[in-house]
């Protein structure tokens, strides 16, 4: 027993240093299986050899059951699918995958549980690891806009040695002179996204609560890794990651503060004046307005004039210049737009279970929109998962299940939200009391972020940072329970 636990608490560490880490991967039987997978699948097998997820199962983890429910509902959509059987394989894939994402939360609930220290250490590897992630990212932004791409920081030449995926470019903030970069991820939005699970520890480090969270967390979260994720999201300049560093600003200060006025402290001055700066900055240099992408995205829905119908012109044929540079700067914009048309048709033929678990890439290619064939920069792009979350749910599990995760989501969330709440009603004021107080507050943000991320662009049920954050999210909720009922019989 004591053999297992230690080899799966190393398999947890490794696993939060290697998510992030997207070039880490390798090729097997013609597919990029990244590390995080083979990890967390090393976790579901030492699971599934000992039955250690389904022995130590407890009242913590209940939250999990609402995401069980989905996989059921999702075996019985893949089996009423319109296309099946050729959605079997990959919605296999992902109902594994979703499994091993399950696993991973209980496990990292039950060892949290089972001794309170191990979750500081996972907190402290997570913030440490984001905090080196972005730091590289900082690095790579100085080096690329002073010498050019390429050289060791580049990292092409790991993922050349690997033989995984290659990133492409992560293109420029302001063209064609000032790059934004993906440090070790595989795009600037991942890297955001990855970051964004750490800022909410990392702005109350930095004093956005006052100074008592920051003397609480100096033991567990190093100023320098704070620094590094905030940088990080600048550098990165995905614009939902941007977004989301604002939604965490306000939220974790709400709830540090918990309705008790404490004057927030320089670091929100800093990012703000930084997230202005960042989201306006280009548009006022490269003489655009912030609300291009939008504007794109309206052409798209506003009819063709009598004169261009009259005269025979295709709606491409009728773009000016200008209209052209604004499409060609919605890409992503469009590509979700293309999928959002897609569920609609889905949600029209089958509302309540969609097309089935690994069923969207299909549907897109029976109801791809006809324009998004012809504009720049959204034919097929996020076919395979539909660009967003949300989207990817509505699509492939219908109504019902989409409902059934957001009620997990939300679970995991108002248990944690409550814990924080009693906790903060301990009348001492103890180190530990304070220190726990002031990781809920960075930890359940950080969660909301992931959900805020992963819902509007981020199209994955299993992949690892995910199902980390939520099993944090869990342990620190039945630590407090347990603080909590402690000090209720003192």
Avoid at 48 to 74: C, D, E, Q, Y
Avoid at 78 to 94: D, E, H, R, T
Avoid at 302 to 327: C, F, K, N, W, Y
Avoid at 456 to 474: K, S
Wanted: glycine share 10%; with cysteine; aromatic share 10%.
């Amino acid at each position: 027993m004591l053999r297992e636990r230690v080899l799966q608490r190393s398999l947890l560490i490794a696993l939060i240093v290697i998510f992030p880490i997207q070039v880490a991967s390798v090729l097997l039987g013609g597919k990029v299986v990244y590390f995080s997978t083979l990890l967390m699948m090393a976790i579901l097998s030492l699971s599934l050899f000992t039955g250690g997820a389904v022995k130590t199962f407890n009242m913590h983890a209940r939250p999990i059951s609402a995401f069980a429910l989905f996989l059921v509902l999702g075996a019985v959509g893949i089996a009423i699918s319109p296309y099946y059987p050729l959605l079997m394989a990959k919605g296999i894939v992902q109902m594994v995958g979703m499994t091993a994402g399950l696993v991973l939360a209980i496990c990292i609930v039950n060892e949290c549980t089972h001794d309170w220290k191990f979750s500081l250490r996972l907190i402290r590897f997570l913030i440490v690891t984001l905090g080196a992630v972005g730091w590289l990212g900082v690095a790579q932004f100085a080096w690329f806009n002073l010498d050019g791409k390429g050289g060791l920081l580049d990292l092409v030449w790991l993922q050349e040695w690997l033989g995984g995926r290659i990133v492409g470019d992560p293109g420029y903030i302001i063209a064609p002179w000032l790059y934004r970069v993906s440090s070790t991820a595989l795009e600037p939005n991942d890297l955001s996204r990855f970051l964004n699970m750490g800022s909410g520890l990392a702005l109350l480090r930095l004093g956005l609560a006052g100074g008592n969270c920051v003397t609480a967390l100096s033991s567990v979260v190093p100023k320098w890794a704070a620094w590094g994720v905030l940088l990080g999201i600048f550098v990165a300049h995905s614009l939902v990651g941007l977004l989301v560093l604002g939604f965490m600003v306000v939220v974790t200060y709400l709830f540090a503060t918990r309705r008790k006025w404490v004057r927030p402290g320089w670091i929100a001055v800093f990012v703000t004046l930084g997230l202005a700066a960042s989201i306006l900055g280009p548009q006022v240099v490269t003489n655009k307005t912030l609300f291009d992408k939008l504007k794109g995205s309206i052409f798209l829905f506003t009819p063709v004039s009598d004169d261009i119908a009259v005269q025979g012109m295709t709606r491409e044929q009728a773009i000016t210049h200008e209209q052209a540079i604004v499409l060609a700067g919605a890409g992503a914009s469009l590509a979700l737009l293309a999928n959002a048309e897609v569920v609609k048709h889905v949600l029209n033929q089958s509302p309540l279970f969609g097309v089935g678990l690994g069923g969207h890439p299909l549907a897109y290619a029976e109801h791809q929109p006809e324009w998004a064939t012809k504009y720049w920069g959204s034919a097929g792009i996020n076919a395979q998962d539909a660009g967003a979350l949300l989207l990817r749910l509505l699509s492939e599990s219908g109504l019902i299940g989409a409902a059934i995760f957001l009620v997990g989501l939300a679970w995991i969330t108002c248990s944690a939200t409550v814990m924080l709440w009693r906790l903060g009603a301990i009348p001492n004021n103890l180190k530990d009391d304070l220190l726990w107080l002031a990781l809920g507050a960075g930890v359940i943000p950080g969660w909301l972020g992931a959900i805020a991320s992963y819902l509007l662009r981020a199209p994955y049920y299993y992949e690892a940072g995910f199902w980390l954050l939520a099993g944090l999210c869990l342990a620190w909720a039945a630590i407090a329970r347990q603080m909590h009922e402690r000090s209720q019989s003192s």
